[in-house]
């Protein structure tokens, strides 16, 4: 069973950068492929990025390419989002999230609160 923890969320102006970092536990971490969500205020869950094993990595959204980045280190067994340019849209709860071998997002973090002020 994979554990997942966030953190690096905080409050940051317009144009600011964050960089958040997940810690895995588990002994399947590096077969993973792990993934960012968020939900906005009154929005649904919806889907940011995500990398493979491998790296391979897979946007959600068309709209964060550029300003965005997802790597991991199998190494330390954390997943990282450096999200640069963040706009007030960007104002969620971000959970990292882990997919089964079988294509399921089955293990989730607790979330943390990511706040642009304009």
């Known amino acids: 069973q994979v554990q997942l923890a966030e953190t690096g969320g905080g409050l940051v102006q317009a144009g600011g950068s964050l960089l958040l970092s997940c810690s895995a536990s588990?002994?399947?971490?590096?077969?993973?492929?792990m993934g960012w969500f968020r939900r906005a205020p009154g929005k649904e869950r919806e889907f940011v990025v995500s990398?493979?094993?491998?790296?391979?990595?897979?946007f959600g959204l068309d709209s964060l390419k550029g300003r965005f980045f997802i790597s991991r280190d199998n190494a330390k067994n954390t997943v990282y989002l450096q999200m640069n340019m963040l706009q007030v849209e960007d104002t969620a709860v971000y959970y990292c999230?882990?997919?089964?071998?079988?294509?399921?997002?089955?293990?989730w973090g607790q979330g943390t609160q990511v706040t642009v002020s304009s």
């Open positions: 588990g002994p399947t971490f590096n077969s993973n492929r």
């Open positions: 999230a882990a997919q089964t071998s079988g294509g399921t997002w089955e293990y």
């Open positions: 990398i493979g094993n491998l790296g391979t990595r897979t």
